[in-house]
T-cell receptor, first 112, second 112 residues
Framework: DTEVTQTPKHLVMGMTNKKSLKCEQHMGHRAMYWYKQKAKKPPELMFV???????INESVPSRFSPECPNSSLLNLHLHALQPEDSALYLC???????????FGQGTRLTVV | KQEVTQIPAALSVPEGENLVLNCSFTDSAIYNLQWFRQDPGKGLTSLLLIQSSQREQTSGRLNASLDKSSGRSTLYIAASQPGDSATYLC???????????FGQGTTLQVKP
């Protein structure tokens, strides 16, 4: 199983809503990542979790709040987002940092 | 600061052609380099990973080479097919965190 599963696939939310994106992998990977991808641009790193601890926050606004409940799950909690936050949010994982990275299919987020 | 550049930005070829996609990076102190494929609106599919100590990797019709000293990698696709149409992204890992730094991508169209 070389799959990273993200839910939901699509999400439309208002600027006052609270929602969560979920990511799951069962490959025994100990590093998990959130990337953000705007249209026609490459993915940009948001957060890195290594062994369930947050190791990197790329100066992401506090309206994005990551959580790693266990080694298989990664959440991204969203609150008071802006329309410019609309993007494809990609979860990824790797056995260790700096090893082969696998991506999920992404959540297409639209903020209205 | 590591910067990754991909040339060309777009490429259109007839089916059956062999083709080369280029990737360059400014800081040769990389740990590894990965090539990904992305279909429109989808996540990233890992194609090949080359460790910094390696010169090339092959998978089926794909061959990726790495010249770390000159800061270059190429992805060679043999006997291209319409199903190869996608955006191809290269990404390098330089530090300890597992952060992937992506190029802007090459959008490939293979015409039947």
């Amino acid at each position: 199983d070389t799959e990273v599963t993200q839910t939901p696939k699509h999400l439309v939310m208002g600027m006052t809503n609270k929602k969560s994106l979920k990511c799951e992998q069962h490959m025994g990977h100990r590093a998990m990542y959130w990337y953000k991808q705007k249209a026609k641009k490459p993915p940009e790193l948001m957060f890195v979790y290594s062994y369930e601890k947050l190791s990197i926050n790329e100066s992401v606004p506090s309206r994005f709040s990551p959580e790693c409940p266990n080694s298989s799950l990664l959440n991204l909690h969203l609150h008071a987002l802006q329309p410019e936050d609309s993007a494809l949010y990609l979860c990824a994982s790797s056995l260790e940092p700096r090893t082969l990275t696998f991506f999920g299919q992404g959540t297409r987020l639209t903020v209205v | 600061k590591q910067e990754v550049t991909q040339i060309p930005a777009a490429l259109s070829v007839p089916e059956g052609e062999n083709l080369v996609l280029n990737c360059s990076f400014t800081d040769s102190a990389i740990y590894n380099l990965q090539w990904f494929r992305q279909d429109p609106g989808k996540g990233l599919t890992s194609l090949l990973l080359i460790q910094s100590s390696q010169r090339e990797q092959t998978s089926g019709r794909l061959n990726a080479s790495l010249d770390k000293s000159s800061g270059r990698s190429t992805l060679y696709i043999a006997a291209s097919q319409p199903g190869d149409s996608a955006t191809y992204l290269c990404a390098v890992i330089s530090g300890n965190t597992g952060k992937l730094i992506f190029g802007q991508g090459t959008t490939l169209q293979v015409k039947p």
